[in-house]
């Protein structure tokens, strides 16, 4: 069990996080037709929505309240009022999300009840517009935990509570947020593969793959549809990815009574096994002959590639599950993780992360406890500490605005285990250091602490 | 050209081999090349075995005269390192097109890629590999070099060992008569010292002479050449005024050495620096060597020392991977790194040898072997693919140790496998070389995908489901099983 160090600083040295309304708009982006939109001033959204463009190349739909100077001390109802009426007529959309910042939330306004006013007083101009908040204030968590308030919310509101016939052939899954849009699509279609329907919520595939419509449209044009989430309750079983779905999970199934079953990782041999074998158990089906050829492949990748891994010294800093994701990932290919850095201490899942500590901050936390190892693992912020440490970075999570095509990478079940573990192994070989005569005098670096880096002979 | 099959019987004339010596008159005139079966022969030919001890003297072009195949199809894929020119990397060859071969161009095209690499690369020299087919089509690549030497006054050194002449250790061995014959002695040191030793047959693959260096550094002894890992042209040329000098891999160069011993009387002897009785053994048999062609007696003692202070410190390290090795089981599967003293070191560690293979070893080796491992069984001369899967794939063995080769073989049969040949990525010479070689076998065979890799998929076992704890059950379950444990609590996926 690790130990969970809290933050101690006072000034955060490059910040690792991003905020909590940023995953929110994130997972409201999944849903199709929909419109989020921040309620705050408009600096919390333009940061927000430049991140995003620069992560997925896309255009986002992402508005603002507008928080102004009248308005942050009067209160801002009214911006909130005035900005949905707006997007209505606007851009018509079939969702807004609305996601509350650090100043509103600051201010102490009755958010819930400003909505619920709005919603009573212009039920005619919303009648085709659902609305949905979620309390993400900036001051708390990170995009995991405004993801997870998001999709909950979205439950609450939208899916309908009344106990309805269930459809043996539906499940519902609740992916975590650094699931990206390639591991979407291998969900539908592996879920396909059993004969079995897939409603996924948030479903990023439709609305961030990267495809040219042929119209402009101000919202998202794909995602999962409103209707869908309506009916979630049909589902037979419901499968939530992360820790941080355990709660959205939960009050589906206290809303509809649609058991639930929690994946910590769906990355790796066995998670994918225990996947496969679920939907083969609620299908019937027996296990396609694709899929027992990926699984061999991976099996096949595993032998490969775990040369490179081990004894390997890593270093991880990430929001919590996808640090779970990845940790247990690098341990599972015979590799230590030197440090583990998480975002936030809001999740259960650190204390399974399998590494000796992990410390609650920043991008400076890594710089400080990743001295010697041979990979750090972290989002683009990194490749400054990776340029100062000399040691090579692996790109994941969020932001990635300096590589093309994160969106794209599979990352879970079989193939995904596959892709990870070359990308990794190929990092590795292309930063073989050569050897040297100074490397190697280990009568000279006796004195020297020779425990830095794996090891001081190691060139793979 | 004429001079080729004279040059090789006259190699395999070789006194100082003590496999020729145990043979009788006509089999030692038949040489120890057994010709290739066609259909099942495997190795490299001449023309390989005289590029891979040749081409890590650094800062020499090496220029394959050929065809593309020769030079094309197998160059950058040496872990020899340099601590300085990285010329030798840089592939060169004529690559002969059809026109060339039927008009006769081989020889002009040569002569003019020589003087581009000079122009353009400035080496301190330019060795020129003959191949088959420009042996074959008789271009006089002595000649055209002999030419080349001195229009550009710069050594150009003719490396006649075409593939079909036989296999990669003639090749070494015709490697060595090329040094022989153009370049050893043609360079006089500016000075000389009685601590200068020759070490022949150590390319330095990645890097692990260093891990030696500093070991005779600290005696004072000097490498004058080593031939020819991270080599300089020049120390090769001046490697005739070392006073004495190890043979490591004896049946490259032992040649050369004795050549070498004949002409200006450098006594030397075969040792390895892999394992630590055998580096301590190298050590003592070097200043000893020395201490007999005039160098101080003290040297002696200064070196027992250090032996014992580097043989304590890498027992003690050693020995910190015993709880995790004892009664692991190793197959050693090679010709490369694969002294008895190897296997004397993973056995006093707690390991088992339950096969070694002794196609490459010496008699003495095989015999000491024999002593250590006290049953026969455990020893053989090779093994076929199948049975070594065979073999594998019934787990006799939790870990393999070979050459690329077969490691396909132990990796499909799901077995732990670590390289110690050639093409290995990591230093095992000296005494930190032998704690690294533990280190690695040991995060192979702990590395946790072999676990991973042998389960079958819940869906083709059964037994294992049941096997499982209750909590994770249904993660390998059947219709029935799941619906029963639909109530169980619904994290029963997330615990593992």
């Known amino acids: 069990m690790a130990r969970i160090v809290p933050r101690t600083k006072s000034a955060t040295v490059n910040p690792l996080k991003s905020s909590q309304p940023l995953g929110a708009a994130l997972a409201f982006l ?21 991140r995003l463009v620069q992560h997925f190349a896309e255009t986002v739909p992402l508005q603002t309240t507008a928080m102004d100077e009248v308005a942050t001390i009067l209160g801002g109802a009214d911006q909130l009022e005035e900005a949905i009426l707006n997007l209505t007529t606007r851009a018509n959309p079939k969702l807004i999300g609305v996601c509350t910042t650090a100043l509103v939330e600051s201010r102490g306004e009755d958010l819930a009840g400003d909505i ?3 919603k009573a007083e212009h039920d005619e101009e919303l009648a085709r517009t659902m609305v949905v908040m979620a309390n993400t204030p900036d001051f708390h968590g990170a995009i995991e935990d405004g993801w997870a308030a998001a999709v909950a919310a979205m439950i609450e509101v939208i899916t309908q509570s009344d106990r309805q016939a269930r459809d043996t052939r539906k499940i519902a899954i609740l992916p975590g947020w650094n699931l990206t849009v390639a591991d979407i699509e291998h969900l539908h279609d592996t879920v396909e593969s059993f004969g079995l329907e897939a409603v996924i919520l948030p479903d990023v595939s439709g609305a961030l793959d990267g495809t040219v419509p042929d119209d402009w449209i101000p919202t998202t044009y794909g995602g999962t549809a409103v209707d869908d989430i309506r009916k979630l309750g049909t589902a037979i079983k419901c499968v939530a990815i992360g820790e941080h779905m355990r709660h959205p999970a939960e009050v589906l199934q206290n809303l509809t009574g649609v058991p639930y079953v929690l994946f910590h990782s769906l990355t790796g041999l066995k998670a994918a096994d225990q ?3 679920l939907l083969s158990a609620l299908s019937g089906v ?17 032998l490969d590639a775990h040369f490179h891994f081990n004894g390997k010294k890593i270093a991880i800093a990430a929001e919590p599950d996808q640090l779970y994701q990845l940790a247990t990932f690098f341990v599972g290919m015979g590799s230590e993780i030197a440090a583990a850095v998480a975002t936030t201490d809001t999740s259960q899942i650190l204390e399974k992360v399998p590494a000796e500590m992990v410390q609650v901050g920043d991008l400076g936390d890594l710089e400080s406890l990743a001295a010697g190892a041979d990979l750090l693992v972290t989002h683009s912020h990194g490749r400054q500490a990776a340029e100062r440490l000399g040691i090579p970075l692996m790109r994941v999570g969020f932001p990635i605005f300096d590589r093309l095509g994160s969106q794209h990478k599979l990352t879970i079940l079989y193939h995904g285990a596959r892709d990870l573990i070359l990308e990794a192994a190929n990092i590795f070989q292309a930063n073989q250091q050569p050897p040297t005569p100074e490397r190697l005098d280990l009568i000279r670096n006796r004195e020297m602490k020779d425990d830095l880096h794996s090891s001081p002979l190691a060139r793979l | 050209m004429s001079s080729l099959s004279a040059k090789i019987l006259n190699l395999f004339s070789e006194p100082a081999c003590e496999r020729n010596r145990g043979k009788d008159a006509k089999a030692r005139k038949k040489g120890c090349s057994k010709p290739q079966t066609p259909g099942v022969a495997a190795g490299g030919c001449a023309f390989d075995g005289a590029k891979i001890v040749l081409q890590p003297i650094t800062d020499v072009a090496h220029l394959v005269h050929a065809p593309l195949a020769c030079e094309g199809n197998s160059w950058d894929n040496r872990g020899a390192a340099s601590s300085g020119p990285t010329l030798w990397r840089t592939s060169f060859t004529t690559d002969l097109t059809e026109l060339d071969v039927v008009m006769g161009h081989g020889e002009r095209k040569l002569m003019k890629a020589i003087r581009q690499i000079k122009d353009a690369h400035s080496p301190q020299a330019i060795f020129v590999y003959t191949t088959c087919v420009t042996a074959l089509i008789g271009d006089d690549i002595e000649a055209v070099c002999e030419r080349a030497a001195e229009q550009f006054g710069l050594p150009v050194v003719p490396i006649n060992a075409p593939g079909f002449a036989g296999s990669k250790n003639l090749g070494n061995k015709l490697a060595g008569k090329a040094l022989l014959d153009h370049v050893i002695g043609t360079v006089e040191p500016d000075e000389t010292s009685p601590y200068d030793i020759n070490i022949l047959g150590e390319f330095n693959l990645s890097g692990e002479f260093w891990l030696v260096k500093p070991l005779l550094d600290r005696l004072g002894i000097r490498v004058r050449a080593c031939i020819s890992g991270d080599a300089r042209y020049r120390d090769v040329a001046s490697a005739h005024r070392a006073q004495a000098a190890m043979i490591v891999c004896s049946k490259a160069f032992i040649n050369l050495a004795r050549k070498m011993e004949e002409r200006w009387d450098i006594p030397f002897f075969e040792g390895s620096f892999y394992g630590i009785t055998d580096t301590s053994e190298a050590l003592r048999q070097i200043a000893g060597l020395l201490v007999r062609k005039g160098a101080d007696p003290e040297i002696l003692g200064r070196t027992e020392a250090l032996i014992a202070e580097e043989e304590s410190l890498a027992w003690k390290k050693i020995q910190a991977f015993r709880p995790k090795l004892e009664g692991k089981r190793v197959l050693l599967n090679t010709g490369g790194v694969k002294s008895w003293s190897v296997v004397h070191a993973l056995l006093e560690i707690g390991l088992e040898i339950v096969g070694t293979s002794v196609k490459k070893s010496t008699l003495e080796d095989k015999e000491r072997i024999k002593q250590i491992l006290k049953d ?37 049969a799901k077995i732990p496998w670590l390289d110690i040949n050639q093409e290995r990525h990591h230093p095992y010479a000296g005494y930190d070389g032998m704690v690294e070689l533990v280190r690695q076998i040991s995060l192979a065979i702990h590395n946790p995908i072999w676990r991973e890799v042998r389960e079958p998929a819940p869906w083709d076992s059964q037994t294992g489901a049941e096997e499982e704890s209750p909590s994770t059950k249904c993660e390998t379950a059947t219709v029935h099983a799941l619906n029963k444990c639909a109530g169980m609590k619904p994290n029963g996926f997330a615990e593992r």
């Open chain 1, 286 to 302: 027996a296990v396609p002959a694709k899929l027992r050829r990926r699984r061999a492949q991976l099996q096949d990748t595993l």
């Open chain 1, 30 to 50: 999944g849903v199709a037709g929909a419109m989020p939109l921040f309620h705050g001033s408009q600096g919390c959204t333009s940061f927000a929505l430049v």
């Open chain 1, 275 to 277: 996947f496969i074998s």
């Open chain 2, 376 to 412: 026969e069984h455990h020893i053989f001369e090779s093994m076929a693919p199948h049975v070594l899967y065979a073999t594998l794939s019934e787990h006799k063995a939790d870990i393999m140790l070979s050459g690329s080769r077969t490691q396909f073989i132990a990796l499909k």
């Open chain 1, 116 to 118: 619920a006013r709005i």
